[in-house]
């Protein structure tokens, strides 16, 4: 997979030589390149902001450093899928990272300051498609620490990025639960012993335990994504779980347990 990312700080990104993501692009897995907007400036002070138009706090990221660099992907046949991190984007989930992981070419186009003009969206939209994505509710100053978490998020999925392709379909999110608590040596740590049942070698027992610590983790710390599992893909011991933590099968989905009301 080929990614190019454009950025004001190159340096932020930095971390993306290391571990296996460092690897990949040593190995050729990965093609990445980070890209300093400024070099797409002309001015002795290599400018890539001014004021907002109609005034108010802050500065904007000019269109022309943008529109310049934007080309670059559009000189042949190929185009790159363009991902805009943005607070203001679609919500970035596991199911996106699996879509983004089968592209031959992304790219990545960092905003700082207040953000990006809007028309260099609109112009980039006529070269390639434009996707902005959030990581979610809160406000990070720059784009480069969610690219950090996509490229490594969509990086992983490439067959071949990460070694052990099994640690890759049991964990969070890719069956709509949260993953099961793990453990390791010592038996007994500070008077805290591992569940029995992973130590019994009963392994019918033990999948039927990390299923159930699945179903009450994310009941309890994700109740929206219970409200969207099917009750179709669950069995009477995971009905039973899910009712224990307060869940019903409402036709075709789970509800929170209504009590009749007395009369
Ligand atoms: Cl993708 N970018 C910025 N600047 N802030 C964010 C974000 C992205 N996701 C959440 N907050």
């Known amino acids: 997979m080929r990614i190019d990312v454009f950025s004001i700080f190159p340096d932020y990104l930095t971390p993306l030589d290391l571990s296996l993501i460092g690897k990949a692009r040593r190995t050729g897995l990965l093609d990445l390149t980070v890209h300093d907007l400024r070099d797409f400036t002309h001015d002795r002070h290599r400018t890539v902001d001014d004021a907002p138009a109609g005034g108010g706090a802050g500065m904007v990221m000019k269109p022309e450093p943008?529109?310049?660099?934007?080309?670059?992907?559009?000189?042949?046949?190929?185009?790159?899928?363009?991902?805009?991190?943005?607070?203001?984007?679609k919500p970035f989930t596991q199911a996106m990272a699996r879509e983004l992981a089968r592209q031959d070419w992304l790219?990545?186009?960092?905003?700082?300051?207040?953000g990006i003009d809007e028309r260099v969206y609109e112009h980039a939209a006529t070269l390639m498609p434009v996707q902005p994505f959030s990581?979610?509710?809160?406000?990070?100053?720059?784009?480069?620490?969610?690219?950090?978490?996509?490229?490594?998020?969509?990086?992983?999925?490439?067959?071949?990025?990460?070694?052990?392709?099994?640690?890759?379909?049991?964990?969070?999110?890719?069956?709509?639960?949260l993953e099961y608590p793990v453990y390791t040596k010592p038996a007994v740590w500070q008077d805290r012993e591992v569940p029995p049942v992973l130590m019994s070698g009963h392994h019918a027992q033990i999948d039927r335990w990390r299923r159930d610590e699945?179903?009450?983790?994310t009941a309890r710390r994700r109740p929206d994504l219970i409200g969207v599992l099917d009750p179709e893909g669950t069995d009477k011991n995971d009905r039973a779980v899910l009712l224990d933590e307060g869940w019903e099968p409402a036709g075709s989905r789970f509800q929170p347990v209504t009590d009749p009301v007395a009369d």
């Open 107 to 114: 790219a990545f186009a960092c905003g700082r300051y207040e």
């Open 66 to 89: 943008w529109a310049e660099a934007l080309e670059t992907l559009a000189q042949g046949e190929a185009r790159p899928t363009l991902l805009v991190p943005s607070p203001s984007g």
């Open 135 to 177: 990581l979610g509710d809160y406000v990070l100053n720059g784009g480069e620490v969610a690219v950090l978490a996509v490229v490594e998020a969509v990086a992983r999925l490439i067959p071949g990025v990460i070694g052990n392709a099994e640690s890759l379909v049991e964990e969070s999110h890719e069956d709509g639960l």
């Open 214 to 217: 699945r179903l009450r983790r």
